[in-house]
């Protein structure tokens, strides 16, 4: 097994060599080399003390030196270089409550918490695998390394990375680990929301998100997102549908790109319906409303899992417009309007939320909604490539132009400005200073 390790990568591992230690390319670059992936970072292990490693190098930083941790920077660019080390007890489901130096590599490998990620290079040496990580890989299996309890117990957030890896390489979940979630699961309330929603993420924007299914099946969304394990037991016993309220969303997320926002507006379009669901007297279930309620239930998780304002914004906005004109014709009128109170900036994304989510209903009326929606795709390209006005920085007049024209600050010149675009999203072509005054200001 030859790995090509970046010459910056190599400098390190030569110089620490040279100076009589041991120094290999450890982790997750080793496991992403080997299946033809490009590392994002490098990581290098070593029997070199932390003050020995900085006594090597001109420009170190001690980002994690408590526990063996130096960044050397080379070029302005950092690789964490760290001692081979054994954690001790961990106290808090995440973090050890202190480690102890050793000089033997395996016992720092040891301490890792997947078999593909327990893996380390260098040239002289080649791949040292002391747990069948090669095995695991050509198996396609997520393994822990040692006993899968005592890994989950010492930092709880492994069980979400296990199944954010699982998604991430298409890889199944060993047994032992499987069931040693399943218990452990519960520890995942100590881990902060923000670590949560990282890991979340990953696997959500993963090429496949649906092993979200995986999480629900061994209790973790029951920790993580409860609101989704009601999706998953609530019916949608309708002609429009074939599939549970979950197993409708986690089929949703397969149809759109793998972006944060739009993985997170599919896992949240639906999350109301147990909320609003009604069954009529023939059996058939309805969510009136549902949008409304989602918009309003995916903002209070995203706020819960500590995420951005901007991602809130808009993935809540793409709930709550997401079945919006369904049964609507599109005129080019109806969809400068629909722009103008939806957003310009995430338009096109809720066009492909509107044909993810059809594409997980039944095939009752399919290619009918899905003309409807290419209709609506039709306008609105359009619209765009006029360079139509859809709203007020648009406009050909602006509030100085009023002002200077005569008409007071005030509230009612913001009321006028609002009359010009109303007329303007009907009639785009009277979008000129000249129209626009004779119009409202009988100008002429």
Not at 145 to 156: S, T
Not at 324 to 339: C, E, H, S, W
Not at 390 to 408: P, W
């Given at each position: 097994?030859v790995?090509?390790?970046?010459?910056?990568?190599?400098?390190?591992?030569?110089?620490?060599?040279?100076?009589?230690?041991?120094?290999?390319?450890?982790?997750?670059?080793?496991?992403d080399?080997?299946?033809?992936?490009?590392?994002?970072d490098?990581?290098?292990?070593?029997?070199?003390?932390?003050?020995?490693?900085?006594?090597?190098?001109?420009?170190?930083?001690?980002?994690?030196?408590?526990?063996?941790?130096?960044?050397?920077?080379?070029?302005?660019?950092?690789?964490?270089?760290?001692?081979?080390?054994?954690?001790?007890?961990?106290?808090?489901?995440?973090?050890?409550?202190?480690?102890?130096?050793?000089?033997?590599?395996v016992?720092?490998?040891?301490?890792?918490?997947?078999?593909?990620?327990?893996?380390?290079?260098?040239?002289?040496?080649?791949?040292?695998?002391?747990?069948?990580?090669?095995?695991?890989?050509?198996?396609?299996?997520?393994?822990?390394?040692?006993?899968?309890?005592?890994?989950?117990?010492?930092?709880?957030?492994?069980?979400?990375?296990?199944?954010?890896?699982?998604?991430?390489?298409?890889?199944?979940?060993?047994?032992?680990?499987?069931?040693?979630i399943?218990?452990?699961?519960?520890?995942?309330?100590?881990?902060?929301?923000?670590?949560?929603?990282?890991?979340?993420?990953?696997?959500?924007v993963?090429?496949?998100?649906?092993?979200?299914?995986?999480?629900?099946?061994?209790?973790?969304?029951?920790?993580?997102?409860?609101?989704?394990?009601?999706?998953?037991?609530?019916?949608?016993?309708?002609?429009?549908?074939?599939?549970?309220?979950?197993?409708?969303?986690?089929?949703?997320?397969?149809?759109?790109?793998?972006?944060?926002?739009?993985?997170?507006?599919?896992?949240?379009?639906?999350?109301?319906?147990?909320?609003?669901?009604?069954?009529d007297?023939?059996?058939?279930?309805?969510?009136?409303?549902?949008?409304?309620?989602?918009?309003?239930?995916?903002?209070?998780?995203?706020?819960?899992?500590?995420?951005?304002?901007?991602?809130?914004?808009?993935?809540?906005?793409?709930?709550?417009?997401?079945?919006?004109?369904?049964?609507?014709?599109?005129?080019?009128?109806?969809?400068?309007?629909?722009?103008?109170?939806?957003?310009?900036?995430?338009?096109?994304?809720?066009?492909?939320?509107?044909?993810?989510?059809?594409?997980?209903?039944?095939?009752?009326?399919?290619?009918?909604?899905?003309?409807?929606?290419?209709?609506?795709?039709?306008?609105y390209?359009?619209?765009?490539?006029?360079?139509?006005?859809?709203?007020?920085?648009?406009?050909?007049?602006?509030?100085?132009?009023?002002?200077?024209?005569?008409?007071?600050?005030?509230?009612?010149?913001?009321?006028?400005?609002?009359?010009?675009?109303?007329?303007?999203?009907?009639?785009?072509?009277?979008?000129t200073?000249?129209?626009?005054?004779?119009?409202?200001?009988?100008?002429?």
């Amino acid at each position: 097994m030859v790995i090509n390790l970046p010459e910056k990568v190599k400098y390190i591992i030569d110089r620490i060599s040279a100076a009589g230690f041991e120094a290999y390319a450890v982790g997750g670059c080793i496991r992403d080399s080997i299946l033809g992936r490009e590392p994002s970072d490098w990581d290098i292990t070593t029997s070199a003390r932390p003050e020995q490693v900085k006594a090597l190098f001109n420009r170190t930083v001690d980002t994690g030196i408590a526990h063996g941790t130096v960044t050397v920077m080379l070029d302005r660019e950092g690789y964490e270089v760290t001692t081979y080390r054994i954690d001790g007890v961990y106290e808090d489901h995440r973090h050890p409550r202190e480690v102890q130096f050793t000089s033997r590599l395996v016992e720092d490998l040891q301490r890792r918490d997947f078999t593909v990620n327990a893996m380390a290079y260098n040239e002289a040496v080649g791949l040292v695998d002391a747990f069948d990580g090669m095995g695991d890989i050509r198996r396609g299996v997520i393994r822990c390394v040692g006993r899968a309890g005592e890994r989950f117990a010492e930092d709880a957030l492994r069980i979400l990375r296990a199944l954010r890896f699982s998604a991430q390489l298409g890889y199944t979940i060993e047994e032992e680990t499987q069931q040693a979630i399943r218990r452990l699961a519960p520890s995942l309330a100590a881990i902060s929301a923000e670590r949560i929603a990282a890991e979340l993420v990953k696997l959500l924007v993963s090429p496949h998100p649906d092993y979200l299914r995986q999480a629900y099946d061994m209790g973790v969304t029951a920790v993580i997102l409860p609101e989704l394990d009601r999706c998953m037991e609530t019916p949608q016993n309708h002609p429009h549908h074939c599939y549970t309220v979950g197993e409708h969303i986690l089929h949703s997320l397969d149809n759109v790109p793998g972006v944060k926002d739009m993985r997170l507006a599919m896992l949240l379009h639906d999350i109301g319906k147990p909320r609003t669901l009604e069954t009529d007297a023939e059996g058939i279930t309805h969510f009136h409303g549902h949008p409304a309620v989602s918009a309003e239930m995916s903002e209070e998780i995203l706020r819960r899992m500590k995420f951005d304002n901007e991602t809130i914004a808009t993935v809540r906005r793409l709930v709550e417009f997401h079945d919006y004109g369904n049964d609507v014709k599109p005129t080019p009128a109806i969809v400068r309007r629909a722009m103008n109170r939806i957003g310009t900036d995430i338009f096109a994304k809720l066009l492909i939320v509107k044909k993810a989510d059809i594409g997980a209903q039944s095939s009752y009326l399919r290619r009918e909604k899905l003309e409807r929606v290419e209709a609506w795709e039709r306008e609105y390209r359009g619209i765009v490539a006029r360079g139509q006005c859809i709203s007020m920085k648009d406009l050909a007049v602006g509030g100085r132009d009023l002002i200077a024209a005569g008409f007071e600050p005030g509230p009612g010149l913001g009321d006028m400005l609002q009359q010009m675009l109303e007329h303007v999203l009907e009639v785009p072509e009277d979008n000129t200073r000249e129209m626009l005054f004779k119009i409202f200001l009988k100008v002429t």
